[in-house]
């Protein structure tokens, strides 16, 4: 193999491209909610759909969300595995186009957002850092002159059907935020959501670690907050993570609590050491 077609090689392993549609929708519907207005402000407001999978359900339904908020977004859907790709371009339209590539990105702007959903759950912890340092390189910069924070980064991990969904958001600077979100009807307990962190912080739920805290302490909130199920799993939702502004750094408010989320700061729950 030549050294240009090597340089071609997408950056990164083929993973099992589980798909399902709508499975990514919490996700989808958070980033409209906190990161439309760059989106709106941005002159070309390009999203990446990272890894989409067997079928092109997910960068679908990711064009159709971000245009209720920024009706000028593009969406460009990005997969390792040729077939797939191959199979995605019937779906082509005004606004959404299907790219061989991998974590390099090869597109020639840079994102205002790339959305990884469930991409890095087959890879090593140890893997994680240099992938998310280059994504977040190839993000739309920061410009403090007019306050726009750049460009977004979201990977995450849901299960097969979108009940339950944590994701780790990330500027052109590195990691800002986590965000739990969860069909309340379907939660028995916050720590039933342990089982779907980010590969970053899924191996380190052990005693020691903040993310263990975390969950051991909402877990406890969330008891405390029995009372308030009589009014419905919503109510006591937003009263378990009202409790817990007290000692974590909650990022969110109300609004987004009522759909069953929770975003703390990065900071806060990341990996000793």
């Given amino acids: 193999m030549t050294s240009r077609a090597a340089a071609r090689r997408p950056v990164g392993t083929v993973t099992r491209g589980t798909t399902n549609p709508n499975r990514l929708r919490r996700m989808d519907r958070w980033i409209a909610a906190t990161h439309g207005s760059e989106l709106r402000r941005a002159a ?62 090869p597109i020639p702007q840079r994102p205002l957002l790339v959305r990884a959903a469930n991409v890095l759950r087959q890879y090593a912890e140890g893997e994680v850092e240099a992938v998310w340092q280059r994504l977040c390189g190839r993000l739309a910069p920061a410009d403090p002159a007019t306050g726009v924070r750049g460009g977004l980064l979201v990977e995450g991990t849901c299960d097969e ?55 051991r302490d909402f877990d406890r909130a969330w008891a405390a907050a029995a009372p308030y199920a009589s009014y419905g799993a919503r109510q006591r939702w937003i009263r378990a993570v009202r409790d817990l ?22 900071e806060a729950l990341a990996p000793r050491g």
């Fill in 245 to 266: 502004t007290a000692d974590w750094p909650v990022a969110d408010g109300p609004v987004r609590w009522r759909q069953g989320e929770v975003t703390v700061r990065w």
């Fill in 44 to 105: 070309d407001p390009v999203a990446v759909d990272l890894g989409y999978g067997a079928a092109p359900w997910t960068a679908v339904e990711l064009l159709h969300r971000l245009r209720t908020v920024a009706p000028r977004a593009r969406v460009v859907g990005v997969e390792i595995e040729p077939a797939r790709v191959a199979a995605a371009l019937p779906y082509e339209r005004p606004g959404l186009v299907f790219r061989h590539g991998g974590f390099e990105i």
């Fill in 161 to 215: 059907i979108g009940r339950r969904h944590v994701w780790v958001a990330l500027g052109p600077e590195g990691p800002r935020t986590v965000t739990f979100a969860t069909r309340l009807g379907s939660l028995e307990r916050p720590s039933d959501l342990a089982e779907r962190l980010p590969k970053a912080l899924i191996h380190r739920n052990v005693p020691g670690e903040p993310v263990h805290a975390f969950l």
